[in-house]
């Protein structure tokens, strides 16, 4: 247990027929709080740093905390690069010690995407990690028909050559789901997921995942989605935990007591979300 492997944590959760919350990080508190809901839980879980991040907290110091943190713990924890959108920053964040990465070539013609993809599929391998791409159109939650118009949904027979000419270990779905707060309540295209994933068998991605109802979660993992990304409704749950200290005339101003007192109410929804996903 401890440390592992994105690839290996996702593909063990494909084979089982369960999902794996990835929630993106930003700092020491975001990390610590995943691995020890994750501890508290029982079950693996998965922190991801998304690339605009950096400047705030280095892709070295992020593989270093996440490291030190996931090697004292009894579950497995993984790391991963979401949304990369060069090839250079994506060799920099595997130099660095990242072992899972993200190439995001969706807004790509779709020839392009292969090509790019493929490229960032063997920058990987030379490094011994694993590649989630993407394919589709997963837009902003603002904007609902970027999740009601099944003509920038994944296509399955473009899916399964989308893998066969680039080799990718896992792949990110547009199925009905977006980023940010959906602005109306989505509804997932289980059967696309469910015929992605027949032709596939590959473990499949789901981002967007905050907003969208347990009940089409919990299907859809049961069809194929091993991984599930989880940032807005992380960031909100801690910072309404945080709120509520701060807002507390009767606490005094300290920030280590603010984060302390916010860790229980955080982790609470975290555990929740790893139970929703591995039940």
């Known amino acids: 247990m401890g440390y592992e492997k994105t690839g290996d944590i996702i593909r063990e959760a494909y084979k089982n027929n369960y999902g794996v919350p990835s929630f993106n990080i930003c700092n020491y508190e975001t990390i610590k709080f995943a691995v020890d809901a994750a501890e508290i839980a029982g079950k693996p879980v998965i922190v991801q740093l998304y690339p605009g991040f950096r400047d705030y907290i280095s892709f070295e110091i992020t593989v270093e905390i996440t490291r030190r943190l996931a090697e004292k713990a009894k579950v497995p924890v993984g790391l991963h690069l979401d949304h990369c959108h060069d090839i250079e920053t994506l060799k920099y964040a595997m130099r660095s010690g990242f072992l899972s990465v993200m190439y995001d070539g969706s807004k790509l013609p779709f020839e392009e995407n292969i090509k790019t993809t493929l490229e960032a599929s063997e920058a990987a391998k030379e490094f011994g990690a694993d590649l989630e791409a993407e394919l589709g159109n997963i837009g902003s939650a603002a904007d609902i028909s970027g999740y009601t118009d099944s003509s920038k949904f994944t296509d399955p027979d473009d899916a399964l050559k989308f893998l066969d000419e680039t080799g990718i270990n896992s792949l990110a779905v547009a199925v009905g ?103």
Do not use: W
Request: proline share 3%; net charge positive; with cysteine.
């Open 177 to 279: 789901n977006a980023h940010g707060d959906y602005a109306a309540t989505p509804n997932l295209d289980l059967a696309r997921i469910e015929k992605i994933s027949g032709l596939l068998k590959i473990p499949l991605v789901l981002h967007g995942g905050s907003g969208i109802p347990d009940e089409q979660l919990q299907k859809s993992v049961r069809l194929g989605i091993a991984k599930i990304n989880v940032a807005t409704d992380f960031f909100r749950a801690f910072q309404l935990a945080a709120s509520e200290y701060i807002n507390d005339k009767s606490k005094k101003e300290d920030i280590f007591a603010c984060m302390k007192a916010s860790k229980a109410k955080t982790m609470e929804f975290l555990a929740g979300k790893i139970n929703l996903f591995n039940y």
